[in-house]
């Protein structure tokens, strides 16, 4: 076997979030790779919301909603699982993570 | 990928049969100690900051107690350590695409874990189940479309220690990602510094663009999400923009009011304690939690925990006697 070749890159970059930072719909379908009907399926059930509603100047999102989707999309890759399935476990996992954060902040009392 | 095995419980100076309350007190004592903000070697208490709490995030919580216990039964100290055969790793030292063609091992520098505690003790995201759920199934086996070409690389999480004063201030952090393509052998190391924002609140994502998996079929890489963990502080609890930090009062002090000075994170604060306060009231100092955007701040709250004397002068039980004998004062309904 050959010895491993080990290659740093060079150049640290400072990574600016931007947590105001807000996404078209084409940028989405861009970042995402998901195709753009998907996306509002998903957000007509209600598994991701656009900061602003379509009617207030077209759909926004924000990098959590972009989070949610590639979230979803892993899901169903994986799990092969239908929308309410995917409802489901993301209400859970919202769930635990809420309950998480609770228990840990009674537990340091 | 062997790790370094961690001895929480010489980190925090405590025997292996110590109780909760021990651990909290040992932490809380350490936690003073090298607190960042008063040790004089900022960096090497910022470092022992970060150990203290590593060891206490998991001997606190029951359940990653009994697990590093089982865990640790075999280890010998000096010795290296090898997990016990059948042990999953928590957090990803290797990485499969969901179509099995994609495959690496990761190891991050710079978030304030060992590689012990993000190997065993990482929290248990969505990406470990997914990884589970994979292992489960034959890989690729029923998603053979997703390597079209094209394809965006996976996303990669991990979780990042930030100290409350990080989150008050804001920060920088000079963070690595090691990935190493196990057909090549081919090892390359990403050095990044991540702002975090201040206000940055426990469970909160911070996207990196481009350091997750590389793309397939000439596709954009993916993502990294780092998930903000807050590191446990010596005097307060948070709970999403709001402080909060326990009082000890003594109970003349809670009947009498008294007038206490109190830490922030901004200077000290001096509350007033009514008259009359009972054990687990909450006084409100608004506006001296985190910040949460548009120059607001969340508030702070003082819990009041009465504490009572255990050892007693003669002097002191006599007053307590005639105390009883003369109050009126029922707490419970009769």
């Known amino acids: 076997m050959n010895a491993p070749q080990t290659r740093t890159l060079p150049a640290p970059e400072v990574y600016e979030p931007a947590p105001a930072a807000r996404y078209t719909l084409e940028e989405v379908v861009r970042l995402t790779h998901l195709p753009r009907r998907q996306i509002l399926r998903y957000c007509q059930c209600g598994l991701v919301a656009p900061v602003t509603a379509p009617e207030a100047g077209g759909w926004a999102f924000n990098d959590e909603g972009l989070r949610r989707l590639r979230r979803l999309d892993a899901l169903r890759q994986t799990c092969g699982v239908n929308l309410p399935a995917l409802r489901l476990i993301m209400e859970l996992l919202d769930e635990v993570e809420r309950l998480r954060r609770e228990l840990r902040f009674w537990r340091t009392r | ?334």
């Open chain 2, 1 to 334: 990928m062997p790790v370094e095995f961690k001895d929480y419980y010489a980190i925090l100076g405590v025997p292996r049969d110590a109780t909760e309350e021990d651990i909290k007190k040992a932490f809380r004592k350490l936690a003073r100690q090298y607190h960042p903000d008063v040790a004089r070697d900022k960096k090497a208490a910022e470092e022992k900051f970060k150990e203290i709490n590593e060891a206490y995030e998991v001997l606190s919580d029951p359940a990653k107690r009994q697990k590093y216990d089982t865990l640790g039964a075999q280890w010998q100290a000096g010795a290296g350590f090898e997990p016990p055969p059948g042990w999953q790793s928590a957090r990803g030292a290797r990485w499969a695409s969901p179509d099995g063609t994609q495959t690496f091992e990761f190891h991050f520098g710079g978030t304030g874990f060992s590689d012990f505690f993000e190997q065993f003790f990482g929290r248990g995201g969505l990406e470990d189940l997914l990884r589970q759920a994979r292992a489960g199934r034959g890989a690729g086996e029923d998603f053979a479309d997703t390597a079209a070409a094209g394809r965006r690389g996976q996303d990669i999480e991990g979780d990042l220690l930030v100290t409350l004063e990080e989150a008050f201030h804001g920060a920088v952090r000079s963070l690595s990602l090691q990935k190493t393509d196990p057909r090549t052998g081919r090892t390359e190391t990403h050095t990044f510094k991540v702002r975090i924002p201040a206000g940055v609140q426990d469970g909160q994502t911070i996207r990196v663009p481009g350091q997750g998996g590389a793309g397939l079929g000439g596709g954009p890489p993916g993502d990294l999400y780092l998930r903000v963990r807050l590191a446990a502080h010596p005097w307060f609890r948070t709970r999403g923009s709001d402080l909060y930090y326990d009082l000890d009062l003594a109970p003349w002090e809670a009947v009498l009011g008294t007038a206490v000075e109190i830490p922030t994170l901004d200077g000290k604060v001096t509350v007033r304690i009514p008259h009359g306060t009972s054990g687990g009231r909450q006084l409100r100092v608004q506006g001296r939690g985190l910040p949460r955007g548009a120059g607001e701040r969340g508030d702070l709250y003082v819990v009041v925990n009465i504490e009572v004397p255990d050892h007693l002068s003669a002097e002191e039980r006599h007053l307590w006697e005639q105390l009883r004998r003369v109050s009126r004062f029922q707490p419970r309904p009769t």
